[in-house]
């Protein structure tokens, strides 16, 4: 079994910077590919960055430019460093990864941490 375990959210004001983590723990498993979503309230969760299968990097349109996704694979860890912070960024941020397990490839989520941006 694997667990995701988040942690870096908060209450920041627009303009500053946060810094989230997500680290993967258990045994015997590697990782195909990992990004961080998003959800606010009264709207679906949506992609904010992810490393895909293939090696590459997606970004969503609207934090494009502010927002950097970046990993230790070494510590199954991945990073979202978050610049240029806007009211609309608050939302509940989840880490995702695609891991396999014997030979059976499935999503895994983390818990959520809350991010609040103030104007």
């Known amino acids: 079994q694997v667990q995701l375990v988040e942690s870096g959210g908060g209450l920041v004001q627009a303009g500053g910077s946060l810094r989230l983590s997500c680290a993967a723990s258990g045994s015997r498993f590697s990782i195909n590919a990992m990004g961080w979503y998003r959800q606010a309230p009264g709207k679906q969760r949506e992609l904010v960055a992810a490393?895909?299968?293939?090696?590459?990097?997606d970004y969503s349109d609207s934090v494009q430019g502010r927002f950097t996704i970046s990993r230790d694979n070494g510590n199954n860890t991945v990073y979202l460093q978050m610049n240029s912070l806007k009211p609309e960024d608050t939302a509940v941020y989840y880490c995702?990864?695609?891991?396999?397990?014997?030979?059976?490839?499935?999503?895994?989520w983390g818990q959520g941490t809350q991010v609040t941006v103030s104007s």
């Open positions: 995702n990864m695609r891991i396999t397990i014997a030979h059976i490839q499935r999503n895994y």
């Open positions: 490393f895909t299968s293939v090696g590459s990097i």
